[in-house]
C-alpha cells in the first residue's frame, strides 16, 4: 500500500518533511495500528527529490522527524530523480 503524505514538489524537501510531520504526529495511533496489524512487515517514508547537478548531494532530515519515524518503527527512503532538461529545438 502507498499512502502519499505530501504534494509538495521534488525540489521542496523542507515542506515534504513539515508535511510529514504534521501527517505522522495527526494519524500516529492509526500508524501504530497498521504497524502491528497481522501481515504488515514494515513501514518507509519516501522522499522523492530532485537530483542536483552538483559533486556531492547532501540532504538531511531534522530530529523531530526522525523522532517521530523511530517511534513508529518507520524506515526513511530517499529516492533522487534526474532533472528533467527542457527539450531542444
Given at each position: 500500500?502507498?499512502?502519499?503524505?505530501?504534494?509538495?514538489?521534488?525540489?521542496?524537501?523542507?515542506?515534504?518533511?513539515?508535511?510529514?510531520?504534521?501527517?505522522?504526529?495527526?494519524?500516529?495511533?492509526?500508524?501504530?495500528?497498521?504497524?502491528?496489524?497481522?501481515?504488515?512487515?514494515?513501514m518507509d517514508l519516501d522522499f522523492p527529490i530532485e537530483a542536483r547537478d552538483v559533486v556531492f548531494q547532501s540532504d538531511a532530515f531534522p530530529p523531530p522527524l526522525l523522532s517521530l519515524m523511530g517511534g513508529l518503527r518507520i524506515g526513511l527512503i530517499v529516492s533522487r530523480y534526474p532533472v528533467h532538461l527542457e527539450a531542444k529545438d
Open positions: 500500500m502507498i499512502v502519499s503524505v505530501s504534494i509538495r514538489e521534488f525540489v521542496n524537501l523542507k515542506g515534504q518533511v513539515e508535511d510529514a510531520v504534521g501527517f505522522l504526529s495527526k494519524n500516529e495511533g492509526g500508524l501504530k495500528r497498521l504497524r502491528d496489524f497481522p501481515g504488515v512487515e514494515g
